[in-house]
């Protein structure tokens, strides 16, 4: 019985889509096993998450200073947001998790699950799939977590293989089998023998659909009459924007699907509100 069941597993293995172990898979696969600890289904894994993840953990590596969730102004990878439409991911949700300074994945994912935001993302019962990143070797983490717009989409996801926690590979029924050139994979290294006496930055970065509704516009104000014109004052430094309702969040980390973006925040504020 135990050969038959064995047998079947590789049949159905033989017969679907495969991929072969990733980073990305690993870092899928390090979530799916806190998750199954809180009873919440697995998360699936598409290659192209992989994709998007590895562009932004080459960009921080490049940079080479803070955790930063957005790219260069004006490019089509600037925001979360611009990742996901790059790869024509219509989103339902969307969160991203970052982290520099751990050579190792076992040591990055549980200080993700040390930190509310961060641990907001990875055991969200919203997403539904993931995918990730290692760059600069080990050094620079991105975790992308998503679910799609249209929850149909996700038959196209691949189903994750896992062994304590990493990747043995992913394969999807849904797909026609594809031949594949072999990769090496990307085990994590064992965990260490001691934490860290300071844990290295991280960041999260959850964001609602892009498809929102718009706020009601508001009602014109007439224009105030023009004050009669005074002598110019000496030039005088720019104080920053000022809003009340803006608040400083947690450093490099922001709530899972609970902020706005703010245009009006003092300087070092968070660009977004509760």
């Not at 590789?10 to 172990?21: K, M, T, W, Y």
């Not at 000496?234 to 922001?254: E, H, L, V, Y």
């Amino acid at each position: 019985m135990k050969f038959a069941a064995v047998f079947a597993v590789l049949a159905a293995v033989a017969s679907a889509d495969f991929r072969a172990q990733t980073a990305g898979q690993d870092i899928c696969c390090a979530a799916n096993k806190d998750r199954a600890l809180h009873g919440l289904p697995p998360l699936k894994w598409l290659p192209n998450l992989d994709w998007i993840a590895m562009g932004h953990s080459d960009y921080l590596a490049k940079l080479n200073g803070d955790l930063n969730h957005d790219e260069i102004p004006g490019t089509a990878t600037y925001t979360l947001g611009d990742r996901f439409d790059s790869i024509n991911f219509v989103y339902g949700t969307a969160g991203e998790n970052l982290s520099k300074g751990y050579t190792n994945l076992w040591a990055t994912q549980v200080d993700w699950m040390k930190s509310p935001d961060h641990r907001a993302n990875i055991l969200s019962p919203s997403f539904t799939v993931c995918g990730g990143s290692v760059t600069d070797p080990g050094q620079f983490y991105t975790a992308n977590f998503a679910s799609p717009m249209n929850p149909a989409d996700n038959a196209k996801f691949y189903t994750l293989h896992c062994a304590n926690g990493v990747s043995t590979g992913a394969s999807n029924d849904a797909l026609p089998p594809t031949v594949q050139k072999p990769v090496q994979p990307v085990k994590p290294a064992p965990p260490p023998a001691a934490k860290p006496t300071l844990a290295p930055p991280r960041e999260s970065l959850a964001v609602p659909s892009p498809v929102a509704p718009k706020p009601a516009p508001q009602p014109s104000v007439a224009p105030k009459p023009s004050p009669a014109p005074q002598p110019t004052p000496a030039p005088q430094p720019t104080p920053p924007p000022s809003n009340g309702k803006c608040k400083r969040m947690p450093k490099g980390s922001i709530a899972a699907g609970k902020c706005k973006p703010c245009k009006k925040c003092t300087t070092g504020q968070s660009p977004f509100r509760r």
